[in-house]
C-alpha cells in the first residue's frame, strides 16, 4: 500500500495544476454571477464559503450561513450551491492530500498504527455507506474522509457519496431557515458557538492516535 516517491511527485505536480485550473474557473465564474446577475449575490457567497468549510480538518460550519441565506433564497437553490461547494472541496481534498498522505515519511507515521488499521478495516467493510451516513449526520466528517483518502478510495465513488449523504442534509436545513426565518442575532449566536465546538473537537483529535497523520503533514510540508 505504500506509494512510491516517483508516484507521490507526479501526482502531486498534475494535482496541482487540476486544482489551479479549477481555482482559476470558480474565480471567473464568481465574478461574471456576481456582475451579471447581482441578485444572485447571496447563493454566490454561500457557495463560496461552502469550499473552505468542508476542506482538510476545517472548524468553520457551513450550516449558519445556509440557514441565513436560505431566509432569502429557496431551499432547492440553496442546496444545490451547498452541494456544488461541497464537491469542489472533496476534488481539492482528494488532489492537495493524496501526495500529502501518501509520502512514505508520513505515511510510516501513521499506517503502522493500531487505530488505524482497525479504522481501516472498518471502513473497507462498508466504505461507500460509512461515507453517506457520516456525511448526511450532524457529526465530524474528516476522519472518515481520511480514511478514504488514506485508503485510496476512488474520487468519483466518494463524490457520490457526498451527493448522497450530503442532499437531503442540505435541504432539510435550508427548508427550515426558509420556513423559519431565524433573526440574524440566533444564527450569529449558533456560528459561534458551532465555531467554539469546531476548534474544541479540533484541539482534541490532536491527542488522538489517529490523526497523528496529521503531525506527518506539517512534517511533510516543511520538508517538501
Given amino acids: 500500500m505504500t506509494s512510491t516517491p516517483n508516484w507521490s511527485v507526479r501526482t502531486s505536480k498534475r494535482n496541482w495544476i487540476y486544482f489551479a485550473i479549477s481555482a482559476a474557473v470558480i474565480a471567473a465564474a464568481v465574478l461574471f454571477v456576481l456582475r451579471v446577475y447581482p441578485q444572485l449575490s447571496g447563493l454566490v457567497w454561500l457557495g463560496v464559503y461552502t469550499i473552505p468549510s468542508h476542506m482538510f480538518v476545517s472548524p468553520f460550519n457551513h450550516e449558519w450561513l445556509l440557514l441565513l441565506i436560505a431566509k432569502s433564497y429557496p431551499a432547492i437553490w440553496c442546496t444545490v450551491v451547498s452541494l456544488i461547494g461541497c464537491l469542489v472541496a472533496g476534488m481539492w481534498d482528494y488532489w492537495l492530500l493524496v501526495p500529502l498522505i501518501h509520502h512514505p515519511r508520513i505515511r510510516r507515521k501513521y499506517s503502522r498504527t493500531g487505530p488505524y488499521r482497525k479504522s481501516v478495516a472498518f471502513f473497507r467493510k462498508w466504505p461507500f455507506w460509512a461515507l453517506v451516513v457520516i456525511g448526511l449526520l450532524p457529526i465530524p466528517f474528516y476522519p472518515v474522509k481520511f480514511l478514504a483518502i488514506a485508503d ?61 497523520a496529521r503531525g506527518g503533514v506539517e512534517e511533510g510540508l516543511e520538508n517538501r
Fill in 152 to 212: 485510496k478510495y476512488p474520487l468519483r465513488r466518494y463524490l457520490l457519496a457526498l451527493i448522497i449523504g450530503r442532499t437531503p442534509r442540505y435541504y432539510a436545513i435550508a427548508y427550515l431557515g426558509h420556513v423559519l426565518r431565524l433573526p440574524l442575532w440566533s444564527i450569529v449566536a449558533l456560528a459561534l458557538l458551532l465555531l467554539a465546538i469546531g476548534f474544541i473537537q479540533n484541539r482534541r483529535s490532536e491527542n488522538r492516535e489517529v490523526p497523528e
